[in-house]
C-alpha cells in the first residue's frame, strides 16, 4: 500500500493512498473462507458451501469493506504518524477515481486534506492579563445578612398584610372562567401597585389588571404557577381572595444564626459572622471574576498566535457535514467564531502536547469541574452542601446521559491547558469594586 502527500499550499494538500491485490486479497479470501465454514445455504451441508460460491455471493462486498477499511486506517496513520495538523476531515475527491469493483484490482483514492499552518506557542512572550479582584462593599455584606435573617427567620401568619409579606390564595378571572391557586410576593410588586395589598386580611378581595402587578412575566408566571408565555397571554381585571398571610421575622443576629448559616462554631461574635458573609462573597465574585480571566487568557491566544487556516476547504466541509441543514449563507455568517474556535482547540492541543507531563486528566478533575458547575447553579446557597454536590456530580458521571463523561473530560482538559498558561503568563492583579467588574464583563463579552 502506498500513501502520498502533495501539499499545495500552506493550508492545503491532496492524500493519496494506492492498493495493490497485496494489500487487501489475503484478508478478503481468509473472511470468504470463515463465511464458507459457517454459512447455512440450501443445497450444501453446513460448512461445505464451496469457496467460489461464497466468493460469487459475498465476495464483491466483503472487497468493498476490506479495502475502505484499509484506506481510512491508511488515512489515519499517515496523519498521526506525519503530525499534520489537520482541521476538519479529509474529504474524498469523488471526481478524481471512479471505482469498477467488478473489474478493477488496483485501487486509487485521493481526499482534499485542509491543515493548519505551522506556529509556534510561547507563552511567557504573550501580553500581560489583568485578574479582576472584587472587594465586596459595606452594603453588599448588609444585604447578604439580611437574606439569611429571612432564609432563617420565623414563620408568622399575621392578621393584616405588609409589603415584605407572600399572599396565599385565588386568582380567578370571570369572563374567562381562569381560576389558579397562587402566591403573590408583595415585595416584588411594581411600587404604584403595592398600596393595593397593604393591610388586606385573611378573606379580604381585590381587584386589578392583571398586567400591572409585576414588572415582568417571569414574576407573573412564577406567581401564579404558569409558564412566562401563559402569563403574557393574560389581560384585564382579575380577582384575587386572599387564604394566607405569610410573613418571615428575621433571625437575630447571634450564636444561633451563626451556626446555622455558616457552620457550628466557626464564628463567635458579628465582627467575625461580617468577616466570613464578606469572603463567601469574595469567593462568589472572583467565580466570576475567574470565568473572565479565563475568557481573556483564550482570546490574548487567539488574537496574538497567528495561525492561518484553509478557509474555502472548511466552509466546503462544514456545507458537507451539515448537508441540507445549514446553507453557505449560514456558514459565511458564523464561520469567524468557528475559525477561532478551531485555533483556539489547536493552540490547546498544541500546549499540551508539549507540556504532557504537567497536563494530566484524572477522575477528580472531571469530578471539579461537574461540582463547579452544580455550585454556580446553587449560588450562594451551594455554602454548606459540598457532600451534596460531590454526590449530585459523581451520579451525573456515572449515569453518562448524553455522553457527559466525554463532554466533561473535554471540559476538564481545556480548563487544565488553560489553568497551566496562566501560570506562564504574566497576570497583573486589580481590585476594582462590582460595578466596575461588571461595566468591564460586559464590554470584553460584547465585543468577543
Do not use: C
Not at 465586596?136 to 420565623?154: C, H, M, N, W, Y
Amino acid at each position: 500500500m502506498e500513501t502520498n502527500f502533495n501539499k499545495i499550499s500552506a493550508t492545503d494538500g491532496r492524500l493519496k493512498v494506492t492498493l495493490t491485490p497485496e494489500d487487501y486479497q489475503a484478508d478478503v479470501d481468509k473472511q470468504i473462507k470463515e463465511y464458507a465454514k459457517t454459512a447455512k445455504i440450501k443445497g450444501f451441508r453446513p460448512g461445505h458451501v464451496p469457496f467460489g460460491y461464497i466468493k460469487k455471493l459475498y465476495g464483491k462486498s466483503l472487497l468493498v469493506d476490506t479495502v475502505i477499511n484499509k484506506v481510512s486506517g491508511a488515512v489515519n496513520s499517515y496523519i498521526t504518524e506525519n503530525k499534520l495538523k489537520v482541521v476538519g476531515d479529509p474529504m474524498p475527491d469523488n471526481d478524481a477515481y471512479k471505482i469498477d469493483w467488478d473489474n478493477d484490482t488496483e485501487f486509487n483514492f485521493e481526499y482534499e486534506v485542509g491543515t493548519a499552518s505551522d506556529f509556534t506557542v510561547d507563552l511567557e512572550k504573550l501580553p500581560a492579563i489583568e485578574n479582576y479582584e472584587i472587594e465586596p462593599t459595606k452594603s453588599q455584606v448588609d444585604d447578604a445578612i439580611e437574606d439569611l435573617q429571612k432564609r432563617f427567620g420565623t414563620d408568622l401568619e399575621p392578621e393584616d398584610a405588609e409589603i415584605g409579606d407572600l399572599l396565599f390564595g385565588t386568582l380567578r378571572q370571570e369572563s374567562s372562567e381562569f381560576e389558579s391557586q397562587s402566591g403573590i410576593p408583595t415585595d416584588k410588586v411594581v411600587k404604584k401597585s403595592q398600596k393595593l395589598f397593604k393591610g388586606l386580611e385573611k378573606g379580604s378581595k381585590v381587584t386589578f389588571d392583571i398586567q400591572s402587578i409585576f414588572e415582568t412575566d417571569k414574576d407573573l408566571g412564577f406567581a401564579i404557577g404558569k409558564s412566562d408565555e401563559e402569563a403574557a397571554a393574560l389581560a384585564g381585571d382579575f380577582e384575587f381572595t386572599v387564604d394566607k398571610i405569610s410573613r418571615v421575622a428575621p433571625a437575630k443576629i447571634d450564636q444561633e444564626l451563626f451556626d446555622k448559616a455558616i457552620g457550628e462554631g466557626k464564628v463567635s461574635d458579628e465582627e467575625g459572622f461580617r468577616e466570613e458573609i464578606s469572603n463567601i462573597i469574595k469567593e462568589n465574585y472572583n467565580r466570576e471574576s475567574g470565568f473572565l480571566l479565563d475568557f481573556d487568557v483564550e482570546k490574548t491566544l487567539v488574537d496574538n498566535i497567528k495561525i492561518d487556516l484553509p478557509d474555502a476547504y472548511l466552509k466546503k466541509w462544514l456545507l458537507a457535514v451539515n448537508e441540507g441543514k445549514v446553507t453557505e449563507e449560514d456558514i459565511e455568517k458564523e464561520y469567524d467564531a468557528f475559525a477561532r474556535g478551531v485555533r483556539l482547540d489547536l493552540i490547546k492541543g498544541e500546549i499540551a502536547s508539549n507540556n504532557g507531563e504537567e497536563i494530566k486528566v484524572e477522575y477528580d478533575d472531571v469530578l471539579e469541574v461537574v461540582k463547579a458547575e452544580i455550585k454556580n447553579y446553587f449560588g450562594p446557597q451551594a455554602q454548606g452542601m459540598d457532600d451534596f454536590i460531590t454526590q449530585m456530580a459523581k451520579k451525573q458521571l456515572e449515569e453518562n446521559k448524553d455522553n457527559a463523561f466525554r463532554n466533561y473530560y473535554n471540559k476538564a482538559f481545556g480548563k487544565k491547558v488553560i489553568d497551566f498558561a496562566k501560570g506562564k503568563i504574566s497576570i497583573k492583579n486589580k481590585s476594582v469594586k462590582v460595578e466596575e467588574f461588571n461595566e468591564i464583563a460586559k464590554a470584553k463579552y460584547e465585543t468577543a
